[in-house]
């Protein structure tokens, strides 16, 4: 019998499947895998499984006894713990009381500090190693590096000695020391009988540390693996799947003209990236989330403080110093989450398609002509088929297909001439998708420099003329034409040194300039 | 759905969303507190006596436009110195004119410049050392309130222009003073500003994603520092109508108006959050609540029952507009 | 040797956070080092025992308050209407006592149950309504404040000669005002060791995390506000001791002062740093220095100006040196 077995389990967002009968099945003292694509839905499982999220549907068992997790505190009781990227450490707190917040060990209402000082030292101890010397009970965390915080949220949840414990991407920010020590960790917890499920993009460590692994694909499970009988590169084809292959966008007759040329850029989470964009092409964005992809666009967009590098528009160098700047010089962008970054939810449609271009048409440099404004935004409601009720009526009574047209279209009323676009498909249903490759694909034909950012690996294929595979911020390797297929963007960006594609120190140092190859 | 949608957004829907309009409650409740003011006490309702409440709205009304203003613009913005900032223009307006036509100009220019500089110094601070905007506009009450004393030397001098008392006090055209036409001209200009200009637009940009506006193009920071500086002038402007009013200045003038000028903005149905609402509500609520406060006074109930009678109408009514969202709902 | 890399980064991080720490206090204890300088220059008799009685008396109230405000803004929230709380318990525990000796301790419970009333309506009303903590307390201020009246409609009545006596006298050679400070100091000290105060700094600084380490996020904000009201009901006692009758309008400046001295006194406005002994000497700066400029022979007219000013000052230095650590 299973320590813990989940069948059936459905989350819906919106229009969007992320769980579609996905299930999970794990022993006690076993390190259990979970792997997937981007938006494979191994987030929303773990979620689920930690009660932060409630799902549709599901069946869950614990020794055989159906059970049901609705909240944080469900899930704790059954002795259930996670951790994610995104840390439940109070920033303010000492490390000391971050690692009994909620727990606290009282005596008549006080907190009884020498019951818990022993364990904290004895959990700070252990790893030493990886949090260095100065770290210590009454330090900060908000002083201490994102990979000591990761370890010290890792403790908390230890301390809690959970039955099933679930790192979710807990790997991520740290070093390889810091790695090692966890393993150690987990080893010595799974060896008193702890469940671990495991999370990470680095495939290698799966391999290290995994005794199984379950993959999904597209929210539902298609496999569970025994790591010991299995390899890397047949781990990444059950990942990956016999996806057809994407159709690709005609190839274009290649100009020279170069739209959008940048030299060197370093701003914050982008390190010294070069860049060319020809008239009419469409360059990608690769590599895992979180890379540096949405960084690389809002520093172009002037949203974020260049350090270093140059950005060059039609020959000319261009300074955007600010997001006012690159709007002069014909830069948008399209956010990549349109709720809290593109769009004016309580606002009408009318303002939301106007407010960028309203500049263009002021009576007066003042006043607004309605009219003007009505007809414009009609317009543009056509061209770009967006589907809505009114143009008075708030954003808020849209499908997030056309949200995220009317962030789209508000950029196009202001005529630009280079268009970024962070991951404009994201939580969009299919037929929307569609539509909005057609305008992507529309604006580039009309000679816009197109840079799109994608979490779906196909959606690249589909619609790129070249990818930039980024990791750590940097330039990882490009992907030119038919090159650009599902398997080598994924293989790229697990880096796995596969097929011709280069490691990371000789790409590093490759200039990615299409033209040249 | 969609073409769904549109079809079912025939009559009943129209209506729903008419009577759900805080504009059309708001102007429902005046009228109702009027005609039970009238049941109550014969003569309330009459048009002379509605000519003076409105009259009496006026002052609130125009101090509210800031209020409406700086609440819209996001952020958690307020203005706790409207009241303070108020009296301080009717002080500086009174000594200014000196009870002389020949000073108008002056003594209504140099305090709305106070009220300016005041608004200014209230949107640098919020914008650029980050100060909370309560705290920013807290603290700003205090000093105004040390300005006032510095001033006047703790005895306010002076005397309102006649020109500025007869506006107020007497009737012009139709029984109402030219008060009155002053704030409707000033309502049809400020919704005029909030929904057919640029600026405006900005502001419920502004107010209702700041990060979106940024990304936008839109300069976040003046259209902040401008909703303050609009505060500081609109309180002025209220201020010195209140002087025309009173003729002579007390110390603490419009210092009561404050709790009031954030009240009528939530009545009016504008989100406390920010980027919703207009000020035509914020008009119709200043309206409300002097209606109430006649009423009330009518009713003999002491100033101590009206304090308490505002702050729980206000509580009431932020309990029904302005919740926030749950933690993980 | 990544680690080393990472150690480094840390120590020099872990070094700056202790020099702002100190930049902190440094201001806050600096300031009261000047204040009590320039008092004790301007003021000779400053350091007599009756002096220091008389001045101690002034500021009892707001130190109470202080720490009111401080728990709340630890806690992520601010009270505007820790004044007119202050003002009611007091005129409640005015008429309680009805001017007898013998209905003092009566006089406390009802101040304390009073003030703990008022926190339990705003607390309720930020957590559970879940409406923003300024206006809320901007509002119930204005209901406490009418209520206040109701009570008492104007200056008067009689306190218990024995609290005002008392007040003035000293015990084991050490004034009793003196002692009521250290009364507040002693009870941050205990509260500050119970659970509830770290779920209280846990929230301010983090309610999402906090919730998802399984604090009671609610019952923590509602217990804040409560402990605040009852804290200015203490605030309330120093009041009625120090004036010797009742006055409905004593809490007009109250709220600005305790926030004023809770920013004086190091404590973010963010939530989740600091501690009430920095608001005490925030309280005490801002006492002495209405002092200071009463001694100085600032005219009455432009003593409200510069407290005022210094006020406003102090607010921005406080954000100027806590600036990095907000944008980080």
């Known amino acids: 019998m299973p320590l813990l077995s989940m069948t059936g389990v459905h989350k819906r967002y919106g229009g969007v499947r992320a769980l579609d009968g996905a299930s999970l099945s794990l022993e006690a003292g076993e390190v259990h895998g979970l792997l997937g694509p981007n938006g494979s839905g191994k987030s929303t499982l773990n979620k689920v499984l930690a009660g932060t999220v409630s799902p549709d549907a599901a069946t869950i068992e614990l020794d055989g006894q159906p059970i049901t997790i609705g909240k944080p505190r469900d899930a704790a009781a059954r002795g259930i713990a996670a951790v994610y990227q995104q840390l439940s450490l109070v920033d303010s707190l000492t490390v000391g009381r971050n690692l009994t917040l909620g727990v606290e060990p009282t005596r008549a209402g006080f907190v009884d500090n020498r019951a818990s000082a022993a364990e904290i030292d004895e959990v700070l101890e252990r790893l030493r190693p990886g949090l260095g010397p100065g770290v210590t009970a009454t330090t900060e965390v908000s002083s201490l590096t994102p990979g000591q915080q990761q370890l010290v949220e890792i403790a908390k949840a230890v301390l809690r000695r959970p039955r099933i414990l679930i790192l979710d991407e807990a790997t991520a920010s740290l070093h390889r020391d810091q790695v090692q020590l966890l393993f150690e960790i987990i080893r010595e917890l799974t060896a008193a009988g702890t469940c671990v499920v495991f999370v990470s993009h680095r495939l290698e460590e799966v391999m290290t540390i995994c005794d199984r692994a379950t993959i999904l694909r597209t929210g539902r499970t298609v496999a569970t693996l025994t790591i010991a009988e299995t390899s890397e590169s047949e781990l990444v084809r059950t990942m990956v799947g016999d996806v057809a292959q994407a159709e690709r966008r005609a190839e274009l007759a290649r100009t020279d003209d170069m739209v959008l040329r940048v030299r060197g850029l370093t701003a914050p989470g982008v390190s010294d990236v070069d860049l060319d964009v020809h008239r009419g092409e469409i360059l990608g964005l690769g590599g895992l989330q979180g890379q540096g992809q949405s960084e690389l666009l809002l520093a172009l967009f002037g949203a974020t403080p260049i350090r270093a590098g140059e950005i060059e528009l039609n020959?000319?160098?261009?300074?955007?110093?600010?997001?006012?700047?690159?709007?002069?010089?014909?830069?948008?962008?399209?956010?990549?989450?349109?709720?809290?970054?593109?769009?004016?939810?309580?606002?009408?449609?009318?303002?939301?398609?106007?407010?960028?271009?309203?500049?263009?048409?002021?009576?007066?440099?003042?006043?607004?002509?309605?009219?003007?404004?009505?007809?414009?935004?009609?317009?543009?409601?056509?061209?770009?088929?967006?589907?809505?009720?009114?143009?008075?009526?708030?954003?808020?009574?849209?499908?997030?297909?056309?949200?995220?047209?009317?962030?789209?279209?508000?950029?196009?009323?202001?005529?630009?001439?280079?268009?970024?676009?962070?991951?404009?498909?994201?939580?969009?249903?299919?037929?929307?998708?569609?539509?909005?490759?057609?305008?992507?694909?529309?604006?580039?034909?009309?000679?816009?420099?197109?840079?799109?950012?994608?979490?779906?690996?196909?959606?690249?294929?589909?619609?790129?003329?070249?990818?930039?595979?980024?990791?750590?911020?940097?330039?990882?390797?490009?992907?030119?034409?038919?090159?650009?297929?599902?398997?080598?963007?994924?293989?790229?960006?697990?880096?796995?040194?596969?097929?011709?594609?280069?490691?990371?120190?000789?790409?590093?140092?490759?200039?990615?300039?299409?033209?040249?190859? | 759905m969609t073409a769904a949608t549109t079809q079912r957004a025939g009559m009943p829907d129209r209506l729903r969303s008419v009577v759900r309009n805080p504009v059309v409650i708001a102007s429902i409740i005046a009228i109702a507190l009027v005609v039970i003011g009238q049941i109550v006490s014969p003569g309330f309702g009459s048009y002379n006596q509605v000519i003076s409440m409105l009259r009496i709205s006026s002052f609130l009304g125009i101090i509210a436009i800031g209020q409406t203003i700086v609440i819209l613009s996001g952020g958690d913005g307020i203005d706790l110195s409207v009241g303070k900032v108020a009296t301080l223009g009717a002080i500086v307006g009174a000594r200014v004119m000196d009870g002389t036509d020949a000073n108008l100009a002056g003594g209504i220019l140099i305090p709305l410049l106070v009220g300016a500089a005041i608004g200014l110094v209230n949107g640098l601070g919020i914008v650029y050392l980050r100060i909370p905007p309560f705290v920013m506009t807290l603290g700003m009450l205090g000093v105004v309130q040390g300005i006032i004393l510095a001033y006047t030397g703790g005895a306010a001098a002076g005397r309102a222009a006649p020109f500025l008392t007869e506006l107020v006090n007497t009737r012009w055209l139709l029984g109402a003073p030219g008060v009155l036409f002053v704030w409707i001209i000033l309502i049809v200009l400020v919704t005029?500003?909030?929904?057919?200009?640029?600026?405006?637009?900005?502001?419920?940009?502004?107010?209702?994603?700041?990060?979106?506006?940024?990304?936008?193009?839109i300069r976040v920071n003046s259209t902040v520092i401008g909703a303050y500086v609009a505060s500081g002038v609109c309180a002025v402007l209220g201020g010195l109508l209140l002087l025309g009013y009173t003729e002579s200045v007390f110390l603490n003038l419009a210092d009561g108006y404050t709790l009031p000028s954030i009240a009528a903005v939530v009545i009016g149905g504008t989100l406390i959050a920010g980027g919703v609402g207009g000020y035509l509500g914020s008009a119709v609520g200043a309206i409300v609540l002097s209606v109430l406060q006649s009423l009330l006074t009518t009713l003999n109930m002491p100033a101590s029952h009206r304090t308490i009678v505002n702050g729980v109408i206000l509580l009431v009514l932020l309990a029904l507009y302005g919740r926030q969202r749950k933690l993980r709902s | 040797m990544t680690l080393g890399v990472d150690n480094r980064a840390a120590s020099s991080r872990a070094v700056a956070w202790i020099r702002r720490v100190q930049v902190a206090s440094v201001v806050t204890w600096g300031l009261l080092a000047a204040v009590v300088l320039v008092n004790a220059m301007v003021q000779p008799t400053f350091f007599t025992l009756y002096s220091i009685t008389s001045t101690f008396a002034t500021f009892v109230p707001l130190v109470f308050a202080a720490v009111a405000q401080a728990i709340v803004v630890i806690g992520g929230g601010l009270d505007l209407s820790i004044g007119t709380i202050v003002a009611l318990s007091s005129v409640v525990a005015l008429k309680v006592m009805n001017g007898s000796d013998a209905l003092i301790g009566v006089g406390f419970l009802a101040a304390l149950a009073t003030g703990a009333a008022c926190g339990l309506v705003n607390g309720l009303l930020t957590a559970v309504v879940r409406l923003q903590p300024l206006i809320v307390t901007f509002a119930t201020a204005s209901v406490f404040g009418g209520i206040t009246l109701v009570v008492l409609p104007s200056p008067g009545g009689a306190v218990p000669p024995a609290m005002t006596q008392g007040f003035r006298l000293a015990f084991a050679g050490i004034p009793v005002p003196v002692w009521c400070v250290l009364v507040a100091v002693l009870i941050w000290l205990v509260l500050s060791r119970t659970k509830f105060l770290r779920h209280v700094y846990a929230v301010g600084g983090d309610a999402q995390a906090a919730y998802a380490s399984l604090v009671p996020v609610v019952a923590v904000r509602i217990l804040t506000f409560v402990t605040a009201g009852a804290l200015a009901g203490l605030a309330a006692m120093g009041v009625l001791a120090n004036t010797g009758s009742g006055d409905p309008f004593i809490g007009a400046d109250v709220a600005l002062?305790?926030?004023?001295?809770?920013?004086?006194?190091?404590?973010?406005?963010?939530?989740?740093?600091?501690?009430?002994?920095?608001?005490?000497?925030?309280?005490?700066?801002?006492?002495?220095?209405?002092?200071?400029?009463?001694?100085?022979?600032?005219?009455?007219?432009?003593?409200?100006l510069a407290s005022g000013l210094v006020i406003i000052a102090a607010l921005a230095l406080s954000v100027l040196t806590t600036r990095k650590g907000v944008v980080r």
């Open chain 1, 315 to 517: 020959g000319r160098r261009v300074a955007n110093t600010s997001v006012v700047k690159a709007t002069g010089n014909g830069f948008a962008l399209v956010p990549g989450d349109r709720g809290s970054q593109g769009l004016f939810m309580q606002r009408a449609i009318q303002e939301n398609l106007s407010i960028v271009s309203l500049r263009r048409r002021l009576l007066a440099a003042l006043g607004i002509s309605m009219r003007r404004e009505r007809g414009v935004a009609a317009d543009a409601v056509q061209r770009l088929s967006i589907k809505i009720g009114g143009l008075d009526d708030p954003v808020t009574s849209l499908s997030g297909g056309n949200a995220q047209k009317v962030v789209i279209a508000k950029w196009l009323l202001n005529e630009p001439a280079v268009v970024l676009l962070d991951d404009p498909t994201k939580g969009v249903d299919i037929s929307a998708k569609a539509e909005i490759y057609a305008i992507v694909r529309e604006l580039a034909d009309s000679g816009v420099a197109v840079i799109l950012n994608s979490s779906d690996d196909v959606e690249l294929a589909e619609l790129c003329d070249r990818v930039i595979v980024l990791y750590e911020g940097r330039i990882r390797t490009q992907l030119v034409g038919d090159e650009i297929t599902s398997d080598r963007l994924v293989a790229a960006a697990l880096l796995i040194g596969e097929g011709d594609q280069g490691t990371v120190d000789e790409t590093v140092a490759a200039a990615p300039d299409g033209s040249d190859r």
């Open chain 2, 192 to 217: 005029l500003v909030l929904r057919r200009t640029r600026p405006g637009w900005n502001l419920y940009a502004v107010g209702s994603n700041r990060t979106a506006a940024r990304l936008s193009g």
């Open chain 3, 257 to 304: 002062d305790s926030i004023a001295a809770v920013v004086l006194g190091g404590i973010a406005l963010r939530g989740g740093r600091g501690g009430a002994i920095g608001a005490i000497a925030g309280a005490i700066i801002l006492a002495l220095v209405t002092n200071v400029l009463f001694f100085l022979n600032v005219p009455t007219t432009f003593r409200e």
